[in-house]
T-cell receptor, first 113, second 113 residues
Framework: DVKVTQSSRYLVKRTGEKVFLECVQDMDHENMFWYRQDPGLGLRLIYFSYDVKMKEKGDIPEGYSVSREKKERFSLILESASTNQTSMYLC????????????FGDGTRLSIL | AQSVTQLGSHVSVSEGALVLLRCNYSSSVPPYLFWYVQYPNQGLQLLLKYTTGATLVKGINGFEAEFKKSETSFHLTKPSAHMSDAAEYFCAPSGAGSYQLTFGKGTKLSVIP
């Protein structure tokens, strides 16, 4: 089974802090994704990566950056956290063809105080 | 780009009753289609997928969905609801050649004993 592991289930940070969310997958998948999930809005794509060191902006990239130095790891960075970034963050990975499903981690519930 | 509509943000059914969750997508090109389920405090889990071939797709936990190109629909059904089916369900089409899935806003299913 594919395993996507997010480093924290719950995280509390303060406004202005630099926040790192880590995601690791164990199935040698080419594609990785970061989403945020908010009530009534569903999942919105922040960034995705189709290969090591490659990244593309999703629908809501403002205030975020990403890093993919190794194939198995995809990091989401909040450069200067703000309260409107309080949300559930979900990481996913997928084999490199679009007819394959995405596999999700359990999510990180991030609170910015 | 794909867009997707899930009719009804909340659906309640009695235990043992038919479950019907509606999904309509907009695309001039037949997409790949996925249904995901999310249990409380967990990530998304793949229920079923349509890529090519048979239009009636069977998934896990007794769910199935039918791809109807003429109606641009991919509704999810289960003949008899169980208490354990209470969760949020997401429909997600993907355009051919696109890295991205477009998620619906989700339908929260409640099962009444």
């Amino acid at each position: 089974d594919v395993k996507v592991t997010q480093s924290s289930r719950y995280l509390v940070k303060r406004t202005g802090e630099k926040v790192f969310l880590e995601c690791v997958q164990d199935m040698d998948h080419e594609n990785m994704f970061w989403y945020r999930q908010d009530p009534g809005l569903g999942l919105r794509l922040i960034y995705f990566s189709y290969d090591v060191k490659m990244k593309e902006k999703g629908d809501i990239p403002e205030g975020y950056s990403v890093s993919r130095e190794k194939k198995e790891r995809f990091s989401l960075i909040l450069e200067s956290a703000s309260t409107n970034q309080t949300s559930m963050y979900l990481c996913a990975s997928r084999r490199g063809t679009v007819n394959q499903p995405q596999h999700f981690g359990d999510g990180t519930r991030l609170s910015i105080l | 780009a794909q867009s997707v509509t899930q009719l009804g943000s909340h659906v309640s059914v009695s235990e043992g009753a038919l479950v019907l969750l509606r999904c309509n997508y907009s695309s001039s090109v037949p997409p790949y289609l996925f249904w995901y389920v999310q249990y409380p405090n967990q990530g998304l889990q793949l229920l079923l997928k349509y890529t090519t071939g048979a239009t009636l797709v069977k998934g896990i936990n007794g769910f199935e969905a039918e791809f109807k190109k003429s109606e641009t629909s991919f509704h999810l059904t289960k003949p008899s609801a169980h208490m354990s089916d209470a969760a949020e369900y997401f429909c997600a089409p993907s355009g051919a050649g696109s890295y991205q899935l477009t998620f619906g806003k989700g339908t929260k299913l409640s099962v009444i004993p």
